[in-house]
Every structure is written in C-alpha cells, then in structure tokens.
C-alpha cells in the first residue's frame, strides 16, 4: 500500500461514489462524498433513510469499497486493498455497534465480549471493557436476562475491548427508548473520552447531535453540510 503521510487526518475519503445495480436498475448511493475524520473527536452523522449513511459506513468500515474515489486510513489506501486486507484493517482497527445487538444467546456477557478478545492482538479484559459501560454487576448474565440497553451496551463493550482505533455506530440507539438510549450514549461518550476513540455515529435522531464534535448532514448521497460544536451537551442532557 502507498505512503499516505501527506493525508495529515487520521481517516480521509475523497471522491466516493457507490453504485448499486438491482436487477437493471441503477442505484447511486454515494455521489462524490470527501470526508476527514480526526483522531479522538466524535462524529455524527444524520441524513433520512436512503441518504448513504450506511453505505459511507461500511465503505469507512471496510466492509465495503468504493465504486469511485479513494480511502485512506493513515498509511493505507483502503481502496485498493483485497479483501484479506480489509479484513485485516477490521480486525485490528475498527469496531463496530448495529441497531440490534447480535449477542450470542447461549452465552453469557462476559463470554461474549470474549469473543471478540480472542482474536485482538492487544485486548483489554472483558470484565473491564463491561465495566467500563457500567454493567459490572452483569457479568454472569445471558442477553435473555439482561434488557435492550443492556444487551446494546454489552454490544459496545464487545466493540470497545479489542482496543479499536475507530469505532462505528450504526443506529445504536434506533431499537431504545429515550432513557435507555441515553445511558448507551453515555457509554459511548465515556469509551471516547476514556480510551481516546475516533467515533462515528450514523443516526436519523438529530437530538444526539448534540454531543458530537462535528455534525455532518448527508442527503441523496451527498454530504451536504459539516457543523462543528462550539458547545457539546453530555448524553444527560440531550433531549429528542
């Protein structure tokens, strides 16, 4: 892979398009997106359902490429990468938390965030990556005893516990209501601030804009606005 240091950012996308064929028809789901992310700062990012947000995440995540444009990931050009390495950069470097959890239900939370820790080559220990989102006292609990926010928080400390660099959030709080999506944001918020992780979250709830760094707007596969935060609110304070 190219020598990328002249990308100063820790994340950099220039010029991604995605298309998608169904059938004969022709889906355009990104359309020229640049995007730069900085080491520590936590992003969200709205857009109404079909804007690309998902798409620009999982292009972001490795788990997708581009049509058009190039992805860098401080010295790598992810655009170019096969598909061993992409799962290599994922691994290593990214984690990932979806709208529902995908616990594993025969296991317990400790258990699985192991899973996860297995495979990191520098792990943090689970107890604590389950600490560290307050279920301390939960440890010995399987997902069917544990509720929904519970369940997503052990799915962030599953995320969390291989130390990524860049943390993903696709919906976390769209299955919860307001009380317990705000506990799942704090958690997020604590994992950034604590552990210095580069945080992106894809969300349709404006509310939690408020506590990002940066809030980026996308539409029809554009990005269409970047604001930046004079006054960050903590999860408790957000309202939606």
């Known amino acids: 892979m190219?020598?990328?240091?002249?990308?100063?950012?820790?994340?950099?996308?220039?010029?991604?398009?995605?298309?998608?064929?169904?059938?004969?028809?022709?889906?355009?789901?990104l359309r020229g997106v640049d995007l730069e992310l900085k080491k520590g700062e936590f992003v969200v990012l709205l857009g109404p359902s079909g804007s690309g947000k998902s798409t620009l995440l999982n292009i972001i995540g490795g788990l997708d490429i581009p049509s058009h444009g190039e992805v860098y990931y401080l010295?790598?050009?992810?655009?170019?990468?096969?598909?061993?390495?992409?799962?290599?950069?994922?691994?290593?470097?990214?984690?990932?938390?979806?709208?529902f959890y995908n616990l594993i239900p025969s296991l317990t939370a400790l258990e699985n965030v192991g899973l996860v820790t297995d495979l990191a080559q520098n792990p943090m220990d689970a107890a604590q990556a389950l600490k560290m989102v307050g279920l301390g006292d939960r440890l010995h609990h399987f997902p069917a005893q544990l509720s929904g926010?519970?369940?997503?928080?052990?799915?962030?400390?599953?995320?969390?516990?291989?130390?990524?660099?860049?943390?993903?959030?696709?919906?976390p709080t769209g299955a919860l209501d307001h009380t317990t999506g705000r506990l799942v944001l704090e958690a997020l918020a604590k994992v950034n601030q604590d552990l210095g992780t580069t945080t992106l979250v894809i969300t349709h709830n404006a509310g939690i804009a408020n506590m990002a760094d940066r809030v980026l707007h996308m539409?029809?596969?554009?990005?269409?606005?970047?604001?930046?935060?004079?006054?960050?609110?903590?999860?408790?304070?957000?309202?939606?």
Request: charged letters at 30%; one cysteine or more; proline letters at 2%.
């Open 75 to 99: 010295d790598h050009t992810l655009s170019q990468s096969d598909e061993k390495q992409r799962t290599l950069y994922r691994r290593e470097h990214v984690g990932f938390v979806f709208q």
């Open 219 to 240: 539409a029809d596969g554009r990005l269409v606005s970047i604001k930046t935060n004079a006054n960050k609110l903590k999860p408790e304070q957000l309202t939606w």
């Open 2 to 29: 190219e020598d990328s240091s002249k990308h100063s950012n820790f994340f950099s996308a220039k010029g991604l398009s995605k298309t998608y064929f169904m059938g004969e028809v022709e889906v355009q789901a």
């Open 149 to 171: 926010g519970e369940q997503q928080r052990v799915a962030v400390a599953r995320a969390i516990a291989k130390r990524p660099d860049l943390l993903l959030c696709d919906e």
